[in-house]
Every structure is written in C-alpha cells, then in structure tokens.
C-alpha cells in the first residue's frame, strides 16, 4: 500500500497519506479541502554494502 505526499492548495499544509485504493478521496488534514496536488516523491531503495543511511554512496566506487 504506496504511501503519498500531497500540498493542499487552499493552506499549503504538506502531509502524506497512506491510499488503500484508487478510489480512496483524500482531503487535508487541517483544513479538510479536496483540493490538493500529489507530489512527486522519491522511492526509498535499500542496498547491500552501503555503509550510509541514506543511500546516497551505493553502487561501484
């Protein structure tokens, strides 16, 4: 189940929000509007051999 980031365009709040199904209508927390954009986000990887949290160094040196 992919978690999302979402903007609200009414008060600028950043939130995520775990969506169950495409069906699923997703409002902002704080101020409850409908009018939000879906953030491109990045993926989280884990590989084997980094010695970084972030990943940032995996791969051939």
């Known amino acids: 189940m992919p978690i999302f980031e979402y903007e ?17 209508e997703v409002t902002c927390p704080s101020c409850g509007s409908a009018d939000i954009d879906k953030l491109i986000s990045a993926i989280a990887k ?5 010695s970084s949290s972030g990943g940032a160094s995996c791969g051939p040196t």
């Not at 884990?46 to 980094?50: D, M, N, S, T």
Request: proline share 0%; glycine share 10%.
């Open 8 to 24: 609200c365009r009414k008060c600028g709040n950043l939130f995520e929000e775990l969506v169950m199904s495409s069906s699923q």
């Open 46 to 50: 884990k590989c084997r051999g980094c």
